[in-house]
């Protein structure tokens, strides 16, 4: 049964990037060791899903060569299998098909991809292949060049729309309904205004009826209303986001801060389950 089928109280997925040049956390994790440590602390605090990606996608972000991308993900996968848990859900964040298959066969259980199997349309094809959950997340550009000068005349209509049309490739490569997931994509390729209606109308994206995750960890938009510089002060700002997410149906929340954000969610659901 896919994870997507049985999704209950809201589900934690904590980032884990190996990566040396991440937005708020670049160079923290890139050895093993590092990424497994944290790793474990995240299963301590709660976590539903580990999140593993070898390519920052911050704005202005390059692209990593499939075969680098490897050399950082596979090793992480594979110890976290063997010395922490068999049966974490571990979701690569790649938009390639030869990561996404390496890391499913490394232990993997979901792709969490930003281009909506656009950038490489075999994606889908390993995911239908394989019968596993893939997350298609709406971005307008690519990372280099996303936030340069983003444009929607109706945001919620236009990434509503897109990620129609991401879905109904997936379900036309074979990608069974109950493995596909949606993220409106907060902060790629979205300015300021774009982020908040986005996180004004999340529960749109719930009526489509496909799971929704939520990333707004630590982004720089809710820096500038907070008027902080700095990306690890915006914990309690995200948590914020998650308690507003699960209060419209939001199911998945994509975060840094696993205990906090656990806790948000984990209150904001009790209250929604006494309303």
Known sequence: ?????????PLIMGILNVTPDSFSDGG?????????AQACKMLSEGVGIIDIGGESTRPG???VSAEEQLKRVVPVIKAIRQELSETIEISIDTTLSVVA???????AT????ISGGQQDSDILSIAA???VPIILMHIQGKPESMQDAPEYDSVVAEVLASLQKCTDAALSAGVAK????????IGFGKRRQDNL?????????VATGFPVLLGTSRKRFMGSICSESDPKELVTATATTTALGVMQGVQMFRVHDVKENKQAADVAWAIKQAM
Do not use: K, W
């Open 110 to 113: 979901i792709i969490n991809d």
């Open 129 to 131: 292949e394989y019968n």
């Open 101 to 107: 298959e390496a890391a499913i066969q490394a232990g």
């Open 197 to 205: 209606d986005l996180l004004a109308n999340l529960d749109q994206f």
């Open 28 to 36: 923290q994790f890139s050895a093993v060791d590092a990424a497994v």
């Open 1 to 9: 049964m896919s994870l997507f089928n049985h999704l209950t109280q």
């Open 178 to 185: 109950q493995n596909i997931a949606i993220d409106p994509g």
């Open 61 to 63: 972000s390059e692209s």
